[in-house]
């Protein structure tokens, strides 16, 4: 009897584990894979913005060397700036802060070398509430950390999503 409900187990766990499969592959699910970048060589100027080594690091993933000269890279990426911002989105009755919202901006431009003007400037942009309680000031805290990175984390894939739609044209002799 033991034996068959183990046996009945299984073959639960198969089935349950099957139907999950197909459904997964049914609603068109695909792991992220690499982005399709037109270039090799990248030179990145800007500040110091947090941003850029996680950006960095996503583009050497993805088969791009960063170069430290403009000599010798494809495309040329100006990070310009990014900004936090942190707004209060409701009160209680008593004016106490219960939900806060966070704004999260990076703008850059691109340029190719052979060219003297640099493409428009492009936002990326990412938001999120959070609720706040004073009582849990180090949880809030350190949540509030955790969507400030989580949000950096989606710009930096919306960058590359960008950069892919980037063709360069063929190097001229010089």
Do not use: H
Request: charged share 25%.
């Amino acid at each position: 009897m033991q034996n068959y409900r183990l046996n009945m187990l299984q073959r639960t766990g198969l089935i349950a584990a099957l139907l999950f499969t197909l459904a997964l592959s049914a609603c068109g699910f695909q792991l992220r894979g690499a982005a399709d970048l037109s270039f090799k060589t990248l030179y990145i100027q800007g500040g110091k913005l947090t941003i850029l080594r996680e950006l960095k690091q996503s583009l050497k993933a993805n088969g791009i060397q960063i170069v430290d000269e403009t000599e010798g890279a494809e495309l040329f990426l100006e990070l310009i700036n990014e900004t936090y911002e942190k707004r209060i989105l409701s009160l209680s009755g008593k004016g106490v802060v219960r939900e806060f919202e966070l704004n999260y901006r990076v703008n850059f431009r691109t340029r190719e070398p052979a060219s003297p003007t640099w493409s428009q400037v492009q936002s990326v942009q990412s938001r999120r509430d959070f609720s706040y309680n004073d009582n849990a000031l180090l949880g809030k805290a350190g949540e509030e950390e955790m969507l400030n990175n989580d949000m950096r984390k989606d710009a930096v894939r919306e960058v590359l999503r960008r950069l892919t739609a980037i063709k360069p044209t063929a190097k001229s002799p010089v």
